[in-house]
């Protein structure tokens, strides 16, 4: 049985009718990681024993028809920041290394504990979540499998990766600033930015607590419906999770999109967007448009001011959350002790933080000290505000607003990383979405020239994932591209 091209959602009929047997299923999955991770590096951790014990106490369940989990016998992948309970949890990073949380995150109580899914590994990821491209991380780059030679957006690259490559069937990102849209975008699948506040994050590494949310990270529109459903909800271990109704989301994106009207901002389609993608988004919304869909121009007005407000409270987020790993209280000490406590602190994250994360400490920290944090730090709250209310603004006449997920499609490994703030300025069309707290789907809407995938960003009112999703699957329905598989992945592969 061709097993590589089902999506998540398929194969879960065909356990559930026992067709085949999860055995079969984790196996496969791991015959396909041992053959395709050398050339993709989508991994830095795997758990084959583990997944191929559940696999055959599954197997022997199903046939004692015991409850079935939504995601009985799924293959799934899991970010490197999210913890898994006595298995690494490293972020990606010299100073996590050898740290095995004691507790799971509360996403991952639900979708291994609770509903069956089978956690095969962690996938890799920019240090701490820092960047757009998974060339930040300490385990070396992923490659993505469109083009060994690119990268595969970040900083969810080696999620984005192993779901279009087959290793994995679903798999959870976290998105800060654009970290699950970005790879999704690059690497031609779907990934979902929750509302802030509807996922929990309690078990999720801290990057920037006002911004991060946990997401999925599928082949289809449905399969992220489905797991959207289960990791939803009110979580009493996160005080920031919100208590407001979960759609049945996999039933809502059935309904027509006929008589919908969604909003195009005129800033999303400036110069700095290249021109094929532009026009692959321009073309998927004439099919919107078929679908008895009307659009109408909208405006973002202070979108120019995004990456600079972003950057600065990510960062002070971020020099704050960080300051705990001192090797110390938190992460691996130095092995040189010379000197004094303090001398030893800052050999430590001297030492065990990569360029980027020192860069984004530095700069937080400035953000955040006496005398300039009124410059910075609260005039970009301030801006954040505003960038919301251009949102609210624009909400009045449109039921959802589209445009382009990244103004590019994937770059060169090498040629963005030693220029950070080129590398910031792809994010202009996602981070606005995390500085508003709304939820968002990148969804694959056609190749480029050099057949590279490019995403196509729907963005949604507060708490609409069901509008999102529904504008996303019928989209998706009309546009039938998402079976498009990348070449190298093909066969045995
Ligand atoms: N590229 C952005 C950054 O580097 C987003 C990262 C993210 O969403 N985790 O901050």
């Known amino acids: 049985m061709e097993l590589n091209n089902l999506m998540a959602y398929e194969l879960l009929e065909k356990i559930k009718n026992r067709e085949i047997t999860i055995q079969v299923v984790i196996r496969n999955a791991f015959d396909r990681i041992e053959k395709s991770d050398k050339l993709f590096h989508s991994f830095v951790n795997l758990s084959k024993e583990k997944a191929l014990k559940k696999a055959k106490d599954f197997d022997s369940n199903i046939q004692k028809s015991r409850k079935i989990g939504r995601l009985l016998g799924l293959p799934f992948a899991n970010k490197d920041l999210i913890c898994v309970k006595d298995f690494p949890t490293t972020c990606c990073s010299n100073i996590l290394q050898g740290y095995q949380p004691p507790y799971n995150a509360s996403v991952i109580e639900k979708i291994v504990e609770q509903e069956g899914a089978i956690h095969i590994g962690n996938t890799n990821m920019d240090e701490f979540a820092m960047g757009s491209s998974t060339e930040t991380s300490c385990y070396g780059p992923t490659y993505n499998p469109w083009d060994l030679d690119r990268v595969p957006g970040g900083s969810s690259g080696g999620a984005a990766a192993s779901i279009i490559s087959n290793q994995a069937k679903i798999a959870l990102g976290s998105d800060t600033g654009g970290s699950i849209r970005c790879p999704a975008s690059f690497c031609g699948v779907v990934g979902l930015k929750p509302t802030y506040g509807r996922v929990s994050r309690y078990g999720l590494i801290a990057f920037a607590n006002s911004l991060d949310q946990i997401g999925p990270i599928t082949k289809c529109v449905y399969d992220s419906a489905l797991m959207l459903e ?4 009110k979580d009493p271990q996160d005080s920031t999770s919100v208590d407001i109704k979960v759609d049945k989301y996999t039933e809502e994106i059935k309904k027509s999109v006929e008589k919908k009207t969604v909003g195009i901002p005129k800033e999303f389609f400036s110069d700095g967007i290249e021109p ?15 679908l008895g869909v009307s659009s109408i121009e909208v405006t973002i007005p202070h979108l120019e001011y ?6 600065i409270l990510c960062m002070s987020e971020a020099s704050s959350n960080l300051a705990r790993y001192d090797g110390q209280r938190y992460g691996k000490m130095s092995q040189n002790l010379e000197g004094d406590v303090f001398d030893v602190f800052n050999r430590t994250r001297g030492e065990k933080f990569g360029a980027e994360v020192r860069r984004r400490i530095f700069l937080g920290t400035y953000a955040l000290s006496a005398g300039y944090y009124d ?30 997920t990244m103004p590019c499609t994937a770059f060169k490994i090498g040629e963005l990383i030693n220029d950070p703030i080129q590398m910031y300025t792809i994010d202009i069309l996602t981070c606005p979405v995390n500085l508003a707290g709304l939820p968002a789907l990148s969804i694959p809407c056609g190749f480029d020239n050099d057949e590279l995938p490019i995403g196509f960003q729907i963005i949604g009112n507060y708490f609409d994932e069901s509008e999102i999703l529904n504008v996303g699957y019928q989209l998706e329905q009309e546009l039938n591209i998402f079976r498009k598989i990348p070449s190298l992945t093909k066969g045995g592969m």
């Open 306 to 311: 995004t990456i600079a407000t972003y950057y």
């Open 276 to 290: 094929q993608v532009k026009n692959s988004v321009k073309n998927a919304i004439k099919k919107l448009e078929s």
């Open 375 to 404: 410059q910075y730090y609260i005039k970009a709250l301030k801006v954040r505000t505003l960038i919301k209310n251009d949102f609210q603004e624009a909400y009045k006449n449109c039921d959802v607003i589209i445009g382009p």
């Open 230 to 233: 289960i990791i939803s909800g």
